[in-house]
């Protein structure tokens, strides 16, 4: 790509931009020198890698990756052999390669939808160990610690000996009355390296010792006193010992991660492609940025595009954004579209129109995909991959080279050609300009035709009519105009494709404050042709403009319709969705039931089974048969049993849960006599006595009457037992509301029950497209109620739940209404 393109694109802008989105130095610095790629597999790759950092960046907000300035110098540190790097620098060193590992971990936990960028973080290698040992060695504020190694630790403590007993010492002045006397403060200093006493010079002699120098006005002396020299001079010859082992301690940690070359220069490069990749997208998520699709026929199809540097999220991050006047408003967006056969499009209209800025938004939009950043258009845009870009904008004629304007213009659009290597996209603003307009116009056609005729594509503004002629009447050139508003003349900046377009001088002008003389004058200058020529143009561009906006009204009505045929499909499939739920419950509540009473059954089998063992061993016990009286009531009572777990399933009531296994009831005193509550030997089968006959006796159990010996009788009761208190139960069948209408009455339920109960109401309600229903509660206690609430309003099929109004039974009734 030439540099002078990239620059009349303003490509710098926007790779600026993207460079403001680094979070290391390294990518940064990456980014300083980002250029578009003419290779199609790199840019698929490049707008591949960007699209699944786009999809983590919506997952995770925050990226891992992090590194300062100090990592920048503790990296060129580290290719410095021999040199130990600072402490700040070592632990900045090691948060930027934690920071990397967790980027790491990141990726690979998504490696399935993002498996080229998951490609790039696998080439990192971790730093644990190194780390570790940076962090163990050195505290937070940068201090080599003194568990960094036994001999620092050693030094440090001779050290903190050594300087308590000189400080000792030097206190000893300070507080002698002897000496305090001849000080000029009472503190203890440091001079070149050395602890001294502030002196008056007039008792320079008074205290025996060594000079280190005055106070600037000359009036104070830095005395070391002879009773330290020796002290202070082995601090001095500690402190060097501390320096080097701690100078020891910062190679061997730095030495760490030099030992590693090669792992370390593979992360470093696999970190910089993650943060270049991550600028890129969060640049492409700032002006919410589609991928464009890669074309392979030359078509460039840009839906609603829109000029980056126009949009305010971009704008505010352009380096030079405090000098700029803030823009709030978003641009407006213009379809650029040059589709095969068409190889050129032509785009004329009104000054101040909107033309260059198109012209601008068209190639620089093509140079950010090829640089791997998303655009600012709609899905399903499509750009060739360029080999080469040419921009023939604004006006750079110079006086030193005698370059006049169409001088400089000739002069780039011969170095064009020369240069051009397909596939190419060259654009020209004002082709032509700058010299006779009959001529100008003429050489632009054939500079047009020229590019199109090479396979270049082609896009250009002009005002001039020849131009405007050849892109209405010649195959494979494409005419656009931007519109105006009829009324006041101001532009719309949309684009209308096949429109010659006018250039409205006088209209504009007129707009902008120009005298009306000088416009009837300019008017009068016209020739006839000239005028109904124009006259005829700005018909045939109202009717356009007309034409495009039905179209855009009918793309409108369409879009509604669309939207409301979705809507009814989405109530469709809610609708289906509601359905296949009941059926589930409906199937899990069957489920349930089978389960419990294939439980039951089991149980039934289980005791006929115990009973008919007990049978067997009394009848072992005793010669006599068992009565038949007895074998028939255990095959009537097993037959019941099941009769009643089959008729419960059949009708869709719950199965009884199993009677828990109770102790045998207290025996109770005296001989037994008519009436008397008993129970029948091993059976447990409980009775009431009818007759005695002997030794034997007449049981009634359960309406049954059989024979039992008395030795197999056991009293458990009086002839004056109570009688079994009744017991009402209602089952709810299959498909049996167990509310009335849109009501459900749950009062004097359990909280459990009323749930079940709402539940099966709410499907029903559903099911028959009820909107609203009643559930009614109570007062009470206010625990039916606030469980009641909770529960409803985190039922999906529930949009809300509240206490009724006052005349429809308030707090002791809560109104539901249910979603469509």
């Excluded at 960028?117 to 940076?134: D, G, I, M, Q, Y």
């Excluded at 003429?442 to 896009?459: C, M, P, S, Y």
């Amino acid at each position: 790509m030439h540099v002078t393109t990239l620059r009349a694109l303003e490509f710098d802008q926007i790779a600026a931009v993207v460079r403001s989105y680094a979070v290391t130095p390294l990518g940064a610095q990456r980014l300083a020198g980002l250029v578009p790629s003419t290779e199609p597999v790199r840019v698929a790759e490049s707008l591949d890698l960007t699209g699944e950092a786009l999809l983590l960046l919506q997952d995770h907000q925050s990226w891992p990756l992090r590194g300062g300035e100090a990592v920048a110098g503790a990296l060129d540190g580290l290719a410095l052999v021999g040199r130990p790097l600072e402490p700040l620098r070592l632990l900045a060193l090691a948060d930027f390669f934690d920071s990397v590992d967790r980027t790491a971990a990141l990726v690979e936990r998504a490696a399935t939808r993002l498996p080229a960028l998951a490609a790039v973080a696998r080439r990192t290698s971790r730093f644990t160990t190194e780390n570790a040992r940076v962090r163990k060695a050195i505290s937070q504020h940068g201090d080599v610690v003194d568990d960094a190694g036994p001999a620092l630790a050693g030094v440090r403590d001779k050290l903190r000996r050594q300087r308590q007993r000189l400080r000792g010492t030097l206190e000893s002045y300070l507080r002698g009355r002897d000496t305090a006397k001849y000080l000029q403060e009472q503190v203890v200093t440091e001079r070149n390296g050395r602890y001294v006493l502030v002196v008056r010079a007039e008792h320079r002699g008074a205290i025996p010792g060594l000079i280190h120098g005055a106070s600037a006005s000359g009036a104070s002396l830095y005395l070391e006193p002879l009773s330290t020299v020796d002290v202070n001079n082995d601090i001095v010859a500690l402190e060097e010992q501390e320096a080097e082992e701690v100078r020891r301690i910062l190679l061997a940690l730095t030495d760490g991660y030099r030992a590693r070359a090669e792992d370390l220069q593979a992360t470093l490069e696999a970190a910089t492609e993650l943060d270049v990749i991550q600028a890129r997208a969060r640049c492409s998520m700032s002006f919410n940025g589609v991928r464009p699709a890669l074309s392979h026929d030359g078509r460039l199809e840009l839906r609603n595009a829109r000029h980056p540097l126009l949009i305010p999220a971009v704008a505010r991050r352009l380096p030079d954004a405090e000098g700029r006047v803030a823009r709030e408003t978003e641009p407006v967006a213009s379809d650029l579209l040059v589709v095969p056969p068409a190889r050129a499009l032509v785009i004329t209209g009104p000054n101040t129109g909107g033309k260059t800025v198109a012209l601008k938004t068209a190639g620089l939009l093509v140079l950010m995909a090829q640089a791997g950043l998303f655009v600012p258009a709609e899905a399903g845009s499509r750009l060739p991959v360029f080999r080469s870009v040419f921009a023939d904008i604004g006006d750079e004629q110079s006086i030193a080279a005698n370059l006049s304007t169409f001088s400089w213009h000739m002069t780039s659009i011969v170095s064009m050609d020369k240069a051009l290597k397909l596939p190419a996209l060259v654009l020209l603003d004002e082709v032509g300009n700058g010299t006779d307009p009959v001529e100008g116009g003429a050489l632009g056609v054939a500079i047009i035709d020229h590019f199109r005729q090479r396979g270049a594509v082609v896009v250009a503004t002009t005002h001039y009519e020849t131009i405007k002629s050849y892109a209405t009447s010649t195959a494979g050139v494409t005419c656009a105009a931007f519109g105006f508003v009829p009324e006041t003349f101001a532009p719309t900046y949309r684009l209308i494709y096949g429109s010659p377009g006018g250039s409205l001088a006088f209209e504009i002008a007129a707009r902008l404050g120009l005298p009306r003389p000088v416009l009837d004058a300019a008017h009068a200058w016209r020739s006839t042709n000239e005028a109904r020529l124009s006259d005829q143009m700005a018909k045939l561009d109202r009717e356009l403009q007309s034409l495009d906006h039905e179209r855009r009204l009918t793309a409108q009505a369409r879009l509604q319709a669309d939207t409301a045929e979705r809507q009814l499909r989405g109530r469709e499939e809610a609708l289906r969705e509601r359905e296949a739920q009941f059926t589930r419950k409906l199937e899990q509540r069957l489920n349930e039931q089978l389960r419990e009473a294939r439980t039951e059954v089991d149980k039934v089998v289980a005791d006929l089974r115990q009973q008919s063992a007990a049978l067997e061993k009394q009848q072992q016990k005793r010669v006599a048969a068992i009565p038949t009286g007895v074998t028939g009531d255990l095959r009537v009572s097993a037959r019941t049993a099941l009769e009643a777990i089959a008729d419960r399933v059949r009708d869709g009531g719950a199965v009884a849960p199993a009677a828990p296994v109770m102790p045998p009831p207290p025996e109770a005193a005296g001989p037994l006599t008519e009436g008397d509550r008993v129970e029948v030997g091993v059976l447990r089968l409980q009775g009431v006595i009818r007759a005695l006959a002997g030794r034997d006796a007449e049981v009634d159990v359960n309406g049954k009457r059989m024979r039992v010996r008395m030795s197999e009788l056991r009293k458990v009761g009086g002839a004056t037992m109570a009688a079994a208190p009744t017991v009402n139960v209602r089952l709810a069948a299959r498909g049996e509301t167990v509310g009335t209408g849109t009501d459900l009455n749950v009062i004097g339920c359990t909280v459990d029950e009323a749930i079940d109960r709402t539940d099966k109401f709410l499907d029903e309600a559903a099911m028959q497209e009820r909107r609203t229903i009643r559930v009614i509660h109570g007062h009470g206690t206010g625990r039916l109620r606030k469980a009641l609430s909770g529960y409803l309003n985190t039922h999906p099929l529930v949009l809300r739940a509240a206490p009724a109004p006052n005349d429809l039974g308030g707090s002791a009734v809560t109104l539901v209404e249910l979603r469509e």
